[in-house]
């Protein structure tokens, strides 16, 4: 069974989160969305609520694809989680060169720990490549309309928290 980890603090999560999500339900037999816990980001959602509104997105992609996913929360290592959930893949969005220069690294890092674990990099669709979470939660903090870059109840949990 090939295992796939997409890692990500989820804060929220959005429809360029789903869509690699979607894709890499493509590639795997099981996909496992570590939900990082980062006390370093300060998340505007606990992790629950994260964890809550990533399997509630997830739901309909399982119907859709066929494929297994599963909401993990982690707070070690990425490669460690890796270990955790049996994964072999290691699955990470691209929007701009911008982050492939960081992706760059930890790739690099993580393969000096441990080499059998490969990384699959997905390009977002180019009508998600803008979406990035803190700009998403900018533009919601500032009363502006988010409801294309999250789906619905992402959308709601956002006007919610910001009212």
């Known amino acids: 069974m090939r295992v796939g980890l997409y890692p990500g603090t989820f804060d929220p999560i959005t429809m360029g989160h789903i869509d690699i999500i979607r894709r890499a339900c493509l590639l795997v037999d099981k996909l496992v969305i570590g939900v990082a816990i980062n006390r370093d980001k300060g998340p505007l959602f606990s992790l629950e609520e994260r964890v809550a509104m990533v399997e509630a997105e997830c739901a309909q992609l399982v119907k859709e694809t066929g494929t297994e996913i599963v909401v993990h929360p982690f707070e070690n290592l990425l490669i460690d989680c890796a270990h955790d959930v049996g994964a072999q893949v290691i699955v990470r969005g691209l929007r701009a060169v911008a982050d492939f220069e960081y992706e760059f690294q ?36 500032l009363g502006g309309d988010v409801s294309k870059f999250v789906t619905p109840d992402v959308n709601e949990a956002l006007i919610a928290r910001f009212a």
Do not use: Y
């Not at 930890?106 to 997905?122: C, I, P, Q």
């Open 106 to 141: 930890m790739v690099g890092m993580n393969r000096a720990l441990d080499s059998s674990v490969e990384t699959v990099f997905l390009m977002a669709e180019a009508k998600h490549q803008a979406i990035a979470s803190k700009l998403v939660k900018e533009i919601a903090r």
